[in-house]
């Protein structure tokens, strides 16, 4: 199976501009959560779509935002950039059903790297 | 909220020696704890994981130990080789009451260095 896809891998915007990154997950993957990696914050959670519905949200301002498709591709959208955006930002899908007590296993895409300037 | 703690932050090793990173959760009814491997420029790659259910869990030279009581989870690697080196990462899903989540909650990670 392909693993997790992300695009696109590099780019770069400019203070205020809005940007739309992509996550293809593993076929079969029903769930995608997005992170964003930072060397001084690490790893921190945005959110996590599943069935097209937000089922959860990291504590970051609403200028962030995702959306889920039904073929479980998902995006996330950034407005009004800020220089503090700069960020991997990475997508990582799970088979996961709805209703379970327990976590699946998430696996990473490549990410992409946002530069803010 | 959930907090994760990941201690050392750096960790130099023989090659052929053993390696241990620890990490500590806050929230008791936490129940999913995997560890993930990051390489200069690469996407985190999971590398085991555990359930609140099980005490330890290994896979080649890698083991994972929880201890529910005092919230502790550990990775251990023995026989460290040249290509372990990497930062490793540990993470917890915190509970989600209103039915499953796949949130993690991750370590500031632990930049390991094998020594050749």
């Known amino acids: 199976k392909a693993g997790v896809t992300q695009t696109p891998r590099y780019l770069i915007k400019t203070r205020g501009q809005q940007v739309t990154l992509s996550c293809s997950p593993i076929s079969g993957h029903r769930s995608v959560s997005w992170y964003q990696q930072t060397p001084g914050q690490g790893l921190q959670f945005l959110f996590e779509y599943f069935s097209e519905t937000q089922r959860n949200k990291g504590n970051f301002p609403g200028r962030f935002s995702g959306r889920q498709f039904s073929n479980s591709r998902s995006e996330m959208n950034v407005s009004t950039l800020e220089l503090g955006d700069s960020a991997l930002y990475l997508c990582?899908?799970?088979?996961?059903?709805?209703?379970?007590?327990?976590?699946?296993?998430?696996?990473f895409g490549p990410g992409t790297r946002l530069t803010v300037t | 909220g959930e907090n994760v703690e990941q201690h050392p932050s750096t960790l130099s090793v023989q090659e052929g020696d053993s390696a241990v990173i620890k990490c500590t959760y806050s929230?008791?009814?936490?129940?999913?704890f995997p560890w993930y491997k990051q390489e200069l420029g690469k996407r985190p790659q999971l590398i085991i994981d555990?359930?609140?259910?099980?005490g330890e869990k290994k896979d080649q030279r890698i083991a994972v130990t929880l201890n529910k009581t005092a919230k502790h989870f550990s990775l251990h690697i023995t026989e460290t080789q040249p290509e372990d080196s990497a930062v490793y990462f540990c993470a917890a899903t915190p509970p989600s009451y209103g039915g499953a989540t796949n949130k993690l909650i991750f370590g500031t990670g632990t930049l390991l260095a094998v020594q050749p």
């Open positions: 555990i359930r609140s259910n099980v």
């Open positions: 929230d008791s009814a936490s129940n999913y």
């Open positions: 990582a899908s799970s088979l996961t059903t709805s209703g379970r007590a327990f976590s699946y296993e998430q696996y």
